[in-house]
């Protein structure tokens, strides 16, 4: 069995079950450089450029995700394929916010609470206020759904699928996605998925738009 060729699904599942080495270190491969991201955007909004900070923040996310025999991923529900890359994009942008609070509380007397890394699974951010509307819910299911049968039959169909929303749900940029060693992919490579995957969305869909508020 190649951990690489797991679905994110069939991977936490396999984690969860065997606690097998190389099954978590496929797992963190392929969302280390994801986190990464995440962590350095959210420091970056306060001015916060420090590398070894981003690794260690990195590090406390995986931690975050373990606490409590893995609970979060025990008690995570994959609404769909990629649901679990926004899941840790969320846990990811917690624990930076956590920090930060933190380095604001001693500075400046309290004031702040940390989040719960529950409320992570339910409150998941998304590029348009009206995310949590019923129309757009309806509409973010129909594109998953012609995503995947138009593409199921390709052998990339879940990494181009994964691209999709990490750049029109999520908001990484074609470099972020690109520079994620999962992906596999060169910035050219990220966009050139992009372009086809909406051009395919706005022949099936007309005039209704493609994602959320790209």
């Known amino acids: 069995m190649d951990p ?5 699904q069939e991977l936490v599942q396999l984690c969860l079950a065997s606690q097998d080495p190389a099954l978590w270190y496929e797992f963190e491969r392929r969302f280390q450089q994801m986190i990464s991201i ?35 991923l025990r008690e995570f529900h994959f609404e769909h394929e990629n649901s679990l890359f926004g899941f840790v994009k969320t846990v990811a942008s917690n624990v930076a916010q956590d920090y930060l609070r933190r380095e604001y509380s001693q500075k400046h007397g309290g004031g702040f609470e940390e989040e719960d890394l529950e ?11 009206l995310a949590d509307d019923a129309h757009i819910q309806i ?23 994964a691209i999709f929303w990490l750049y029109f749900r999520w908001g990484l940029t074609a470099k972020e996605i690109s520079e994620i ?4 992919l060169t910035v050219k490579g990220a966009e050139s998925v992009l372009l086809r995957l909406t051009r395919l969305l706005r022949g099936r869909l007309g005039g209704r738009g493609t994602a959320s508020g790209r």
């Open 119 to 129: 409320k992570a699974s339910v409150v998941i951010p998304a590029r348009t206020s």
């Open 38 to 72: 995440v962590v350095r955007r959210r420091l970056h909004r306060c001015s916060i450029n420090d590398p070894a900070l981003v690794d260690d923040l990195t590090q406390d996310t995986f931690l975050k995700l373990c606490d409590h025999d893995c609970r979060a």
């Open 4 to 8: 690489q060729k797991l679905s994110a």
């Open 139 to 161: 509409l973010l299911a129909e594109i998953q759904r012609i995503l995947e049968e138009e593409l199921r039959h390709e052998p990339n169909f879940r990494r181009d699928i």
């Open 181 to 184: 060693p999962s992906i596999g």
